[in-house]
């Protein structure tokens, strides 16, 4: 039975932190790219700007998908990544309809993401400390919860503004970076 937080096999396939490694590299290019798109169009919610706003989370869901097929298939436990799949899924479906009410129902959903899937990221990571290039992920995962406290708050205040998204999103993608070359240092080793 998988748990969200319980042991790990022992030894580790070397499938896993390959396929985890090419997963990250994609993530991390993925998000620099979706970052500077979204600093570019951050001035007013449009169309390009909700879209970009909805993509990133349902680009979660798929990111995890993979992720999850990759674990279970090596008995490594996946409960933290069916939560992560629920959470961006309705995560993309409530910035599709914050995006009506403006940017501070916008950044009160993402922030409400970022709390919480940063909490999963960082159990993720720490449950997957054995495969070696997991601090990255655990940082990262606190980083994402005060990040979505932060984004909530800025809610609340005049001028909130959809810029600190693209910089989150970015750093979030250099910690999967640093993440995937970890990886690729352990394989070696």
């Known amino acids: 039975m998988d748990t ?54 349902l680009f979660d869901v798929a990111c995890a998908i993979v992720d999850l097929r990759s674990a279970r298939s090596t008995g490594q436990p996946v409960r933290g990544l069916y939560v992560n799949i629920a959470l961006s899924a309705l995560t993309g479906i409530g910035l599709a309809v914050a995006a009506t009410s403006g940017t501070p129902a916008v950044l009160r959903v993402w922030g409400a993401w970022a709390v919480s899937a940063g909490i999963v990221q960082l159990v993720v990571g720490a449950v997957r400390r ?16 005060l990040a979505g406290a932060s984004f909530f ?37």
């Open 4 to 57: 969200l937080v319980g042991t790990a096999p022992t030894s580790t396939p070397t499938s896993v932190p390959a396929a985890l490694r090419r997963l990250y590299f994609l993530r991390f290019a993925f998000a620099a790219a979706w970052a500077a798109l979204l600093f570019a169009t951050a001035d007013a919610l449009g169309p390009l700007t909700v879209t970009l706003l909805v993509i990133y989370p």
């Open 130 to 145: 054995q495969l070696g290039g997991q601090w990255a992920m655990i940082a990262s995962g606190a980083i994402s919860t």
């Open 153 to 189: 708050a800025q809610a609340g205040k005049d001028g909130a503004s959809l810029n600190n998204l693209a910089g989150y999103a970015f750093l979030g993608g250099v910690f999967f970076l640093v993440s995937a070359l970890r990886l690729g240092r352990a394989r070696k080793m």
